[in-house]
Structure formats: C-alpha cells, structure tokens
C-alpha cells in the first residue's frame, strides 16, 4: 500500500487490486480507519513510498521493499500468542465486521468494506 493510498481528511485507506496483488474478489475498495489509526499513520516519519516496508535485507539494503505477507502474517500470530488473544487475521476481518455492525453500519456497506460478495458471509 502506497502513501497516496491513505485519504487523511476523509478517513479511507484506497484497497486497490491489480494483477500483481489482487484483492479477494478482484474489486477495489474503499475501507474506512479508525481515528487512532490515522493518528498512528499521521505520526509516521515517512510518507511516500510504501506505507509497510520490509526491513534491511540484502535485497533490500534500505528496507524499502514490499512487506512479505507470509512474514506479516506469522507475526500477527505470534503477537496475538504472546498476548494470549485466540485468533488470526481473519479474526481481525471479523472483528472490524462486528464493530461497524454494532456501530449501525449497514449490512451491504459492511460487504463493500470487507471484499464480500455475499451477504451471507
């Protein structure tokens, strides 16, 4: 995810598919932040570029590589083991759902947001 994918004053981060990188359902969307997020994202050093940057490697001798998925993935896991929270980054996905959900959020919004094409999920 690029800087310029991050809309500050409206609160939106621009989830673009493409070939390279395709969303779930191949759609882009358009996901709303929480404000501590935002703050969190305003209060970064670096702003252009890559938002998550892979660390120093030999292939990335400055670390501004794409973040590996897998490597954040495994991260995620062990942060949520260590804290002694059950779950995994769909849990996340879940967890934004409910929020919004309890937030009154409606239920075909909630399905954009998240990538769903089913009501159902």
Do not use: Q
Not at 43 to 53: D, E, H, Q
């Amino acid at each position: 995810m690029d800087w310029k994918d991050i809309d500050f004053d409206k609160g939106f981060v621009h989830v673009k598919s493409t070939s390279d990188n395709p969303t779930k359902n191949s759609n882009s969307r358009m996901v709303p932040m929480h404000d501590r997020v935002r703050e969190g994202l305003k209060n970064l050093k670096t702003k252009s570029g890559l938002v998550f940057r892979s660390g120093k490697s030999k292939k990335y001798p400055n670390a501004d590589g794409a973040l590996c998925d897998r490597r954040a993935l495994t991260r995620i896991k062990k942060i949520c083991f260590n804290l002694g929270i059950e779950g995994d980054l769909h849990s996340l996905r879940r967890y934004f759902c409910s929020y919004h959900a309890n937030a009154g959020v409606p239920p075909a919004t909630l399905m954009i947001w998240s990538g769903h094409s089913d009501l159902k999920v």
